[in-house]
């Protein structure tokens, strides 16, 4: 059965940094489409980032380029998003998702991803 974990959410105060982990397990998830999302209470899910299978691209959402940046470890079957420059209104549940049959044109939209982490929570507050 293959999973996705993701760690590293917390606290922090405003351009503060973050790092945040989606370890697989189950499967190789290299040809698999990779993205971050997140949720507030209230709203909808949103797009954060995305990595394209075998990481040849990478998409980020007009709010966060420039201070995200989303990477992966095919060794170590890992996702990552590196936040840099965080604000208030970054503050939300984060979860990883991952799916094998995504094309370029809906790689920001939930509904095409079948596999999805716990989430992790991310509060930035000062």
């Known amino acids: 059965q293959a999973q996705l974990v993701e760690s590293g959410g917390g606290l922090v105060q405003p351009g503060d940094s973050l790092s945040l982990s989606c370890v697989g397990s189950g499967r190789t998830f290299s040809p698999y489409t990779m993205a971050w999302f997140r949720q507030v209470p209230g709203k909808e899910r949103e797009f954060v980032a995305a990595?394209?299978?075998?990481?040849?691209?990478?998409y980020y959402s007009d709010s966060v380029k420039g201070r995200f940046t989303i990477s992966r470890d095919k060794a170590k079957n890992t996702l990552y998003l590196r936040m840099d420059s965080l604000k208030p209104e970054d503050t939300g549940v984060y979860y990883c998702?991952?799916?094998?049959?995504?094309?370029?044109?809906?790689?920001?939209?939930?509904?095409?991803?079948?596999?999805w982490g716990q989430g992790t929570q991310v509060a930035v507050s000062s």
């Open positions: 998702a991952a799916d094998r049959q995504i094309i370029t044109s809906s790689i920001r939209d939930r509904t095409q991803y079948a596999w």
């Open positions: 990595s394209s299978r075998y990481a040849t691209h990478t």
